[in-house]
């Protein structure tokens, strides 16, 4: 992304919502962007897929450890159309990364856990908030402004300015990052041309990222 311009970022999502089968596509080549119009992806990724061997790691990780761990291995699968990581197979769905990080984090969750448990797992834990991302945390997006939480992600990094850079699994770009301010939802960039939100596509128009976001959750 080359600020000051703002790339426009386009997600896809269907009605089932970031939810469906462990099915991967396999592709020879990696397709360029092409417009898709919802956030989220195909089908729901359920992981790891039957036959992928299982990796454990100790659940004493520190917390500073597990989420470099986390982020690490999702700045590892951006550009790529699936999650494999070490030989396991965690599904397409966009819960499917978060699966994957927090398991090389050492902290594995359901091999079913989808953005409803995902969220479920949050409110267990005192809620989402709007404010204070930090690295490591998982951000819930709607599928349209002020929708409910259908689309997750991981948190890379924070900016100062409070801009978080959040890694996640879309149906034709892949795994890919989107940049989010909630503290100024509507805006796209600053008047110096600084990026605040990546601009999607939701339905037949144009949505900044930061109106999209439903909540954080500190999960690791």
Known sequence: ??????????????????????RATRGSTLPPPAAERRAGTLERGAGPAP???????????????????????A?????????????????????????????EAGRPLADDADPAALLALARSRGGTRRSRPAPGDVAFLADRPGGPAEHVGLVAS????????????????????????PAQPWKARTDAGKVLNDVLLVGAGRV??????????TLL
Do not use: K, N
């Open 158 to 181: 924070v900016s100062p300015e409070g801009t978080a850079i959040v890694v996640h699994q879309t149906e034709r770009r892949g795994v890919a990052r989107v940049r989010v301010t």
């Open 51 to 73: 036959g992928s061997p299982r990796r454990t790691r100790a659940r004493s990780v520190p917390h500073d450890v597990a989420v470099r761990r986390a982020i690490d291995t």
């Open 1 to 22: 992304m080359s600020p000051p311009r703002v790339r426009l970022l386009a997600l896809a999502l269907l009605a089932a919502g970031c939810a469906g089968g462990a």
């Open 208 to 217: 900044t990222a930061g109106r999209l976001l439903v909540g954080y959750a």
């Open 75 to 103: 700045a590892g699968l951006v550009g790529r159309r699936e999650i494999v990581v070490d030989g396991v197979r965690y599904g397409d769905g966009c819960a499917a990364l978060v699966r994957a990080a927090f398991a």
